[in-house]
């Protein structure tokens, strides 16, 4: 695990086998796409569980796990977690996850992602006449990047649908940059086909409140920068772990 930038805000986490387990240290407002314990919720931990490549791909696309959710819940119970979780899934392994953590007065963000672009994708050509004509992927490595986003800061729940843009922002203009492309055309790649953002903040009262996150506010440019360093860093250990090749 790379921990990029050093900072007083820092979240209790370790890895265990396989999944990473995020411990919140109480309840915390978590806004998510997970596909376990997503949309808005109260949650004690955040859990990022590593799952065969063949179980979550079937030659070289995307399929359905019988049921993400239950058995994310199995993991959670597996390791003893009393509760409630929010669970990802990724074909990543562990030993690939980054970090970064920024700060700004009394302000931090944390951010936890593991990085895979098999799978890569831009954004409305998937499900297209002309996407659907294209041939394979060109790889089966693992392709998800799953984000999690962590604030000492309280914010609404507009608030928290804005971080989530900038995340998505800062983690497509890291992917352009790169060159990475699209599995499904000659296209360049602004996400992969799962990816997931996770984002958990205060409750009331508990941390500095946030009225807005867009790129002009400090809580944005934390935001990107947490996830351009980490997805940056992520793309260079799936590159040497020869996961994925520039053009």
């Not at 983690?171 to 990475?180: I, P, Q």
Request: net charge positive; aromatic share 4%; hydrophobic share 40%.
């Amino acid at each position: 695990m790379d921990d990029i930038i050093a900072s007083s805000v820092r979240t209790a986490y370790q890895v265990i086998d396989r999944t990473l387990i995020i411990d919140l240290g109480g309840r915390r407002r978590v806004l998510s796409s997970a596909p376990q314990g997503g949309g808005v919720a109260l949650a004690s931990y955040v859990l990022n569980h590593q799952v065969d490549g063949h179980d979550v791909t079937h030659n070289g696309r995307p399929r359905q796990l019988g049921d993400p959710a239950r058995c994310l819940k199995q993991v959670a119970a597996r390791y003893g977690l009393k509760g409630s979780t929010v669970g990802l899934m990724t074909a990543v392994p562990m030993t690939q996850l980054v970090m970064a953590r920024y700060e700004a007065g009394p302000l931090g963000v944390e951010c936890f992602a593991t990085v895979g672009v098999a799978n890569a994708v831009r954004a409305g050509e998937w499900g297209t006449k002309t996407a659907a004509r294209q041939a394979e992927p060109v790889s089966r490595a693992p392709g998800t990047i799953n984000l999690i986003l962590l604030t000492n800061g309280h914010l609404s729940t507009a608030t928290m649908v804005g971080a989530v843009q900038v995340a998505t922002e800062a983690k497509t203009a890291v992917l352009l940059d790169a060159g990475v492309p699209s599995a499904y055309s000659a296209s360049s790649a602004t996400g992969t086909g799962t990816d997931v953002v996770v984002i958990v903040c205060s409750r009331k009262g508990e941390g500095p409140f946030c009225r807005y996150s867009g790129t002009h506010t400090v809580l944005g440019a934390l935001i990107g920068q947490a996830v351009t360093q980490c997805v940056s860093a992520g793309l260079q250990k799936a590159k040497r772990e020869s996961k994925f090749h520039h053009r």
